[in-house]
């Protein structure tokens, strides 16, 4: 059976759960970094790299992740 909230979830191989928990993480970290971005707008010799640095590091993450489900399937 075809269910909307693990569909996409059980195609990278993961349980609705642990994509809920992975998601979840994920969102924080980028509320966090905008409010790091604000701060940088007002005040820009603070975190002058800080957001594009982590940025970069999720993203190289999300890539690996990515590759890992398309082994998966």
Known sequence: MNNIF???A???GESYFKHLL???KF???LLFLSFKALVHAF???LYKTAV???IITL???LIKRK???KEVN
Do not use: A, E, G, V
Request: net charge negative; hydrophobic share 30%.
């Open 52 to 54: 594009s640095d982590r």
């Open 67 to 69: 590759d890992q489900s």
């Open 6 to 8: 693990t569909h996409h």
């Open 22 to 24: 992975k998601s979840l």
């Open 43 to 45: 005040l820009p010799f």
């Open 59 to 61: 993203s190289i993450d």
């Open 27 to 29: 969102s924080l970290i």
């Open 10 to 12: 059980n195609s990278i």
